[in-house]
């Protein structure tokens, strides 16, 4: 079936002359959404990674203080939330990924349903 057949028989279940603009619409509408997620993501990271930064620092501070007994303990920790938040900045790193393959998906779909590339 091919592309106009396709919207001929969406319009005629919708009852609807203009399916292949508020199709279009909806996916643009859709990638905009995309990119103030990933704009929020990234922003996110940002603000983890200055905070890894500033916890591996006081954690070297920590570590200079070897004879305490608190010191030690404060070190251990901060290193551990350090791991713990390492590991959720690299799964935030991958959603940005994922929400930028979205876009791109959403995009040659808009491009096939316009008729610029085969299905």
Known sequence: MGRLELFGELAKACSSTALERQLDLYLERSIGKDKALESDIRKVCLNLADSIK????????????????????????????????????????????ETELSQREKDLFGEKLKGWLPF
């Open 54 to 97: 500033e916890t591996e620092a006081f954690a070297k501070e920590c570590d200079v203080m070897k004879g305490k007994v608190e010191a030690v303990e404060t070190t251990k920790f901060l290193r551990d939330r350090v791991q713990k938040d390492s590991l959720r900045l690299m799964a935030l790193m991958i959603s940005v990924k």
